[in-house]
């Protein structure tokens, strides 16, 4: 990696002052934990004249209970949520995949807002410079075509953020703010299919915060395949939330990362409400994922086993919640 580049850091103390700072500076970046975005500049991806820290915007580091469920502050950091005694108590899933990110040191700065809005990542982005510059660079940065698919017109980078499908299956919503005010939207209209610009954040938006409602008697888990114990990114991740009565399923959401350029919530799931959860369904399930999941030649595992390992997370996740329920 290289030294970092030349910048002004900016220090917002309000959404204004957020405004003001990309005012003044059309290319500036945000910066809360920094853990993706410090790399990604040594690397040479981007060169911002300015770097607003947020996490001193009104409530970005609360974490408080509501009367239908909690709001969680985007600049909470994932050792935080780790540890976090309501967190634990309401929503250990969520707990349990700030865990698998990275390691502690990385988890003690990056937060929770950061990893939602992780940049998208592939073998022909996320690499040195003069790596990049040989192969004429690429479609998400500073070239022409992706080399993932170069027949096409869109980039395949993967999003790779573990916290993001554990919200989706928890019903999550987070709250924007920008230049117009202040918007709550479900967290799945946050993202978009594209891995050169994969949030549909408003320019002049930040995002403030997460609310995840309580739903009595759902159970919640994810797990993710990786190459190392720790550490690494998800080749292929899965949350999973279910709830059964009298040994039928009630709810059942699955919602992936790792293999498209958004967290997925896998469509369809509905058909399997009112069934148990038997080998047909799990069948069903499989099938459901493996036709929804859209890995790409974005890592140095080959697509289809990404994908096979989608599908098997899925069941294994959904049989063993079954059975807790």
């Known amino acids: 990696m290289s030294e970092l580049p030349s910048f002004e850091l900016i220090r917002a103390a309000s959404v204004s002052d957020v ?59 994932l050792a935080r949520l780790i540890e976090d005694p309501l967190i634990r108590c309401r929503f250990p899933a969520l707990a349990d995949a700030a865990a698998t990110v990275a390691g502690p040191a990385h988890r003690t700065s990056a937060t929770i807002g950061g990893n939602l809005c992780l940049d998208t990542r592939c073998v022909f982005y996320n690499e040195s410079e003069w790596w990049r510059k040989s192969n004429e660079f690429c479609l998400k940065h500073r070239g022409t075509v992706c080399h993932v698919a170069p027949t096409g017109n869109r980039c395949h980078a993967a999003y790779s953020g573990d916290i ?98 958004r967290p997925l919530l896998v469509s369809d799931c509905e058909a399997l409400i009112g069934r148990p959860l038997d080998a047909s369904a799990l069948r069903q399930i499989d099938r459901l994922v493996q036709k929804q999941a859209a890995p790409m030649r974005t890592t140095i595992i080959p697509a289809h086993y990404r994908r096979r390992v989608a599908s098997a997370l899925a069941c294994r996740l959904a049989a063993r919640l079954f059975a807790e329920a």
């Not at 580091?61 to 950091?77: H, K, N, S």
């Not at 019903?171 to 117009?180: P, T």
């Not at 939207?185 to 320019?203: C, N, P, Q, S, T």
């Open 19 to 77: 405004a003001a700072a990309r005012r003044g500076h059309l290319d500036c970046r945000l910066l809360a934990g920094g853990t993706d975005l410090i790399a990604n500049l040594r690397r040479g991806i981007g060169g911002p004249t300015a770097l607003v820290d947020i996490t001193g915007l009104p409530g970005m580091r609360d974490i408080a209970a509501e009367p239908d469920g909690i709001r969680i502050g985007a600049g909470v950091t």
């Open 164 to 261: 993001a499908p554990v919200l989706l299956v928890l019903g999550a919503s987070v709250e924007l703010a920008g230049d117009g005010g202040t918007r709550w939207i479900a967290l799945d209209e946050l993202f978009r299919e594209d891995g050169a610009a994969h949030l549909a954040l408003g320019a002049d938006e930040v995002l403030l915060s997460v609310r995840l409602p309580v739903e009595p008697g759902l159970l919640a888990g994810y797990e993710k395949a990786r190459f190392r114990g720790a550490i690494d990114f998800p080749l292929a991740g899965v949350a999973v939330s279910l709830r059964q009565a009298d040994g039928m399923l009630t709810v059942l959401r699955i919602a992936l990362t790792g293999t498209n350029s």
